[in-house]
């Protein structure tokens, strides 16, 4: 739902969204407008209900990514065959989207769905955007994602953070799951935005906050446990894609669990490195993970979603 703008001004409109779907930031400016991140595909027809109620029938002129992980980009696709909107992609993800290379673009290795969508132009560190008649610096911000970019608006002190930081953390650090670098990367983001003057922060998940400098306290202090031991990270990587299975489909049937994760690419190479345990083992442990955190339920012979 549309959050309350009293932390923004009036220009600038936050759609909290669930989990499944990033948090959406439209921006009303005076000549046109434009969206940041689209959710995932099976929440587009409801992001484009949101879009056309705030719009009220002014067209979707612009649209950007973050980074194209699919609960950023999946509902691209729904809006630009809605509005024709310009799009804009980080630009070292330009070769990828232009060959819809499935295997380089993260979707088929977690066993996520997007359908495929084009771009008009990119987005690189050190840009600057004019969104709702203000100016926003593009900054990159790898350890999530490689190629992720965070916006910041100084005239206002705003940061839109995507995945790169959270009120309670940040997202997965993919890159290691599969031997590269991420870890430093996701700290070297952290103290870029420490060195921002933010009075409040949109994440990509999560409601807006004003707190920056104790969210990262919570995500430097989070960075040294997993960094600590990178098993830590894969074994939380392993609850967050079963979790997001479980809140695109709301139930599923217990026995199907070792197969869903072997049908993840990303999942065999975390295995293979770092967890080395029978998908059964591992798919037991991931369940019973998700029941300590409240984050589902088992009813008969199915995990349903939950919390």
């Known amino acids: 739902m549309p959050r309350p703008s009293a932390l923004f001004p009036d220009a600038v409109q936050v759609f909290e969204r669930g989990w499944l779907s990033s948090n959406n930031i439209l921006f009303h400016g005076k000549d046109d407008t434009a969206l940041i991140d689209s959710g995932y595909v099976t929440h587009a027809p409801q992001t484009l ?19 194209l992980h699919s609960d950023h980009c999946g509902g691209n696709a729904l809006l630009q065959a809605e509005y024709g909107c310009h799009t804009a992609i980080p630009v070292t993800e330009a070769d990828k989207v232009r060959n819809w290379d499935v295997d380089a ?46 916006f910041y608006c100084a005239e206002e002190g705003i940061l839109i953070s995507a995945d790169a930081l959270w009120e309670n ?33 949109i994440p990509g998940h999560g409601r807006p906050f004003t707190d920056a400098a104790g969210a990262l306290q919570r995500a430097w202090s989070r960075l040294d446990y997993l960094a600590s031991d990178p098993v830590r990270n894969a074994q939380n990587a392993v609850k967050v894609l079963l979790k997001f299975l479980l809140l695109e489909r709301q139930r ?9 994760l072997r049908g993840m690419p990303i999942f ?3 295995n293979r490195r770092f967890l080395r345990q029978e998908a059964d083992a591992l798919a037991e442990w991931a369940v019973s993970q998700l029941l300590r955190a409240v984050a589902a339920r088992v009813e008969g012979e199915y995990l349903l979603n939950d919390g």
């Open 105 to 150: 673009l993260s979707f088929q290795a977690t066993g996520q769905q997007c359908p495929r969508f084009g771009f008009d132009a990119t987005v690189s560190p050190g840009d600057t955007l004019i969104l709702a008649d203000m100016a926003w610096q593009a900054l990159g911000a790898p350890g999530h994602d490689p190629h992720s970019l965070i």
């Open 252 to 260: 599923i049937a217990l026995a199907d669990i070792p197969a869903l």
């Open 268 to 270: 065999e190479e975390a």
């Open 49 to 67: 209900a949101l879009l056309r109620h705030s719009l009220a029938g002014r067209p979707l002129d612009r649209l950007f990514n973050t980074h």
């Open 169 to 201: 953390g940040f997202g997965v650090i993919f890159p290691e799951l599969d031997g590269g670098s991420g870890f430093l990367e996701a700290r070297a983001t952290l103290d870029l935005i420490a060195s921002l003057d933010v009075r409040v922060v």
